[in-house]
């Protein structure tokens, strides 16, 4: 049985590492990274790193490689991918199950402004703050360029492209962050008005605490649907289990 884990995640990495524990002989497993991150954290099993050439060009490789299940266990936000996966497993007939961590929710304390998308959350900050911790990847940073009035802390794993917001300082770094550490951020950089996008996870959790404590309000990006039809799973043991039934 040949599995083909579309990948980059916390949860994908987690999968790979139960599938690789059950020891099944006649399990094969690919994990496929997107190769937007310099240094990716590889999973165990067999690694591939770049597109597929649209959903097209995944279903080709569903064929010649004989992919008997897929797992779309991509960022929530990789709205592109999902959507190709679900197109490229109903060409080749091939079972697909999307693993997705569960979004964040709101509890007494918090100052959400919910944004459907990262232009309508640029054009919300001018009302909310002037100092801004930019915490949505270095991808998408042009919806904000315009914004010159304002200061940005933009946090990412590698160092973004232009175009950007023109007064901005990057924190290249790499979850899992610290409450202690959130805290220490937001306090030196003066920070006013947090965005981020809705990835879910305790990776990234504790600036939206630190916000809270703060006073401050966050800007969240909500997440893209799931493709229609496809079934979802919250967590790789449930995925795990989807494989070891088929």
Known sequence: ???????????????????????????????????RVTAPRLPPGEVRVGGFGGAEGLAAWLREHEVDALIDATH?????????AARAAATAHVPLLALRRPGWVPVEGDQWHEAGSLEEAAG?????????F????????????????LWFLVRSVDAP????????????????????GERELL?????????????????TAPKLTA???????????????????????ADPERAAEWIARR
């Open 187 to 203: 306090r030196r950089h003066r920070v006013d008005v947090v965005v981020t996008k809705d990835s879910g996870g305790a990776a």
């Open 134 to 149: 930019l915490t949505t990847g270095r991808m998408g940073l042009a919806a904000f360029a315009a914004l010159d009035d």
């Open 76 to 84: 929530p936000f990789a709205r592109t991918i999902s959507f190709n």
């Open 161 to 180: 492209e232009p175009p950007h917001p023109p007064r901005m300082e990057v924190l290249l770094d790499r979850g899992p962050f610290t409450l202690d």
């Open 211 to 233: 916000a809270r404590e703060a006073g401050l309000p966050v800007v969240v990006v909500r997440r893209p649907p799931v493709p229609e039809g496809v079934r979802v799973v």
């Open 124 to 132: 919300l900050l001018p009302a909310l703050g002037r100092r801004v």
């Open 1 to 35: 049985m040949h599995v083909l884990i579309l990948g980059g995640t916390t949860e994908a990495r987690r999968l790979a590492e139960l599938l690789a524990a059950a020891a099944r002989p006649e399990l094969r497993v690919t994990n496929s990274l997107a190769g």
